[in-house]
């Protein structure tokens, strides 16, 4: 049990220094939606679909790759954030629904189309 916590933390804080890094790096670049946050979860969902279709089952990986650095990489608590920021006086409709869709969509066939092409 301490070893997985300790996989988690490791893993997690990896996860999270990517996740930073790769947003920082995309959302310098003008966009009108946060495009960092876009590419971390759609390239952590693939990820997470083709190591859970690969079912390999090496103790590890599970809670230092999956729960750990793709949990850490991926964010939903941002997304939501962005969201939430999109609801704002300034609110554009056709932004909120064009993002939300691309997110939850594309997240969803990532992972899937990975999961099942391995």
Do not use: D
């Not at 890094?21 to 952590?44: A, C, E, K, R």
């Not at 990489?73 to 920021?85: D, R």
């Not at 594309?106 to 992972?111: E, I, P, T």
């Amino acid at each position: 049990m301490i070893t997985t916590i300790l996989l988690v933390m490791l893993g997690g804080g990896i996860g999270a220094i990517l996740r930073a890094s790769i947003s920082n790096y995309f959302n310098q670049f003008q966009s009108v939606l946060p495009i960092g946050t876009l590419i971390v979860n759609i390239v952590g969902c693939i990820f997470i679909g083709t190591l859970s279709g690969l079912s390999l089952h090496i103790q590890w990986i599970n809670p230092f790759l999956i729960t750990g650095i793709l949990g850490g990489l991926t964010t939903f608590s941002t997304l939501s954030n962005e969201l939430v920021g999109m609801l704002s006086p300034k609110f554009k409709p056709t932004l909120f629904i064009v993002y939300s869709t691309i997110q939850f969509i594309g997240s969803f066939l990532s992972c899937y189309l990975a999961y099942h092409l391995i």
